[in-house]
């Protein structure tokens, strides 16, 4: 009987595996994660040794480098028949939520979408929080919010890390109007 550890991992290696044949275009192990972080259904440390566990058995392999001497990794054929038979055994909801927000998040990526998140405390003992995301080099969104905490700050910080494309659309929403119910009417 596999332990609950081993059992863990290969569910984490499922549901990579799954994505990764879903997108099915070669990734550096920093998007992977990226990609996989988008949810909250895998914690890093998991997917580290699930990857490496997945590169020794020949699940995924190199297949070059990225403009930038990035490693870039792919799903083998036995790892797509892997993937396939065992993301039966997976919530289809819990997939294709996670395969949504994995083309949400690199659909700006693609478009060179740039994040920036900084943070600078005041005299005062809160923070202001600015966020920044550039297009081109063309500043797309640009936000700064004050905050009572040290810990707030990193929560929006990271949220606009882990979310960039909710954050876009909600801000976009909220000045467009088009969020009624959130109005008094």
Request: charged share 30%; hydrophobic share 40%; proline share 3%.
């Amino acid at each position: 009987m596999p332990s609950k550890a081993t059992k863990k991992l290969d569910n984490v290696k499922a549901f990579v595996l799954y994505l990764m044949r879903n997108i099915n275009y070669p990734m550096t192990f920093v998007t992977v994660n990226d990609v996989v972080m988008q949810t909250d259904y895998i914690m890093y440390i998991d997917l580290a040794e699930a990857f490496q566990e997945m590169l020794e058995g020949h699940l995924v392999k190199e297949s070059g480098t990225d403009e930038r001497g990035d490693t870039l990794y792919e799903v083998t054929r036995r790892g797509a028949m892997i993937a396939e038979e065992l993301s039966r055994d997976m919530l289809p909801d819990v997939l294709d939520e996670a395969l949504r927000c994995a083309f949400r998040y690199l659909d700006l990526k693609k478009r060179g979408v740039t994040l920036d998140c900084s943070d600078r405390r005041l005299p005062d003992g809160t923070f202001d929080v600015t966020l920044t995301m550039k297009e081109k080099g063309k500043i797309i969104l640009c936000t700064t919010v004050n905050v009572d905490s040290e810990y707030r700050s990193r929560l929006f910080r990271q949220n606009f890390r882990d979310r960039p494309d909710v954050i876009l659309r909600g801000v976009t929403a909220l000045l467009s109007g088009n969020v009624d119910y959130l109005f008094d009417k």
